[in-house]
């Protein structure tokens, strides 16, 4: 095995591993502050290029704003879904709900998740294992490391590491076609974004609502 795959494979196994054993022991207020840090550090360890400058950023920029739009449409219409509203019915929200759609899903999930898996990751991998072995390298690896999100969560492991997964190649699709992060985040930050928007609405909508009356 090449050094290049054994520090490409060596990368995804230290995202994995940080994901389910340190990240979460960290405390909560410094999170998002660590996972953007060590987002940075990896891309410039690596020598990956963000492409957040012109020409780059325009096309990331067009190409983000369009999935991003897609997807926004995609969980409004499923969140008229009965299952998914039940789901979304039992979904724990944080204290701050400001907070967590300001602070800890831009800069806590969606830079250092881009950064490290589509940038750092993605770059190392395609050296190693070509163009298509560097996507299934870094979508693997970024379904694997929801695994302690999953359980911590109540949700099911495989379903959510094959839907991760699947979303990890599409943004990985997405930064190489631009050649811009500012494509995969945008499609990224509207997952997260929009989800936690309905969520929100649901709950806050549900709690108005009178109880209803018992029989007589």
């Given at each position: ?132 072995g560097g996507q299934l390298l870094q979508a693997g690896a970024f379904g694997l490391s929801h ?13 959510t590491v094959l839907a991760t997964g699947a979303a990890g190649w599409v943004f990985g699709w ?43």
């Amino acid at each position: 095995m090449t050094a290049a795959k054994i520090r490409a494979l060596a990368l995804a196994a230290g995202l994995v591993a940080w994901n389910g054993l340190v990240d979460p022991r960290l405390p909560a207020r410094w999170q998002p502050v660590v996972r953007a840090g060590l987002g940075g550090v990896l891309m410039l360890s690596t020598g990956a290029r963000a492409g957040l400058q012109p020409p780059a950023l325009w096309t990331g920029l067009r190409l983000g704003s369009a999935a991003a739009a897609t997807v926004s449409a995609a969980v409004a219409t499923a969140s008229a879904v009965p299952l998914v509203r039940t789901e979304m019915r039992r979904k724990a929200l944080p204290d701050r709900a400001g907070r967590w759609l300001a602070l800890r899903i831009p800069l806590g999930t969606v830079w250092p998740e881009e950064a490290a898996f589509r940038a750092a990751l993605g770059k190392l991998g395609a050296e190693a294992f070509g163009p298509t072995g560097g996507q299934l390298l870094q979508a693997g690896a970024f379904g694997l490391s929801h695994i302690a999100d999953a359980r911590s969560a109540g949700e099911p492991v495989i379903p959510t590491v094959l839907a991760t997964g699947a979303a990890g190649w599409v943004f990985g699709w997405l930064a190489q076609r631009s050649a811009s992060l500012a494509a995969p985040m945008l499609a990224h930050l509207a997952i997260n974004e929009s989800g936690a928007l309905a969520v929100l609405a649901y709950q806050a909508a549900s709690a108005q609502r009178p109880p209803p009356r018992a029989p007589r």
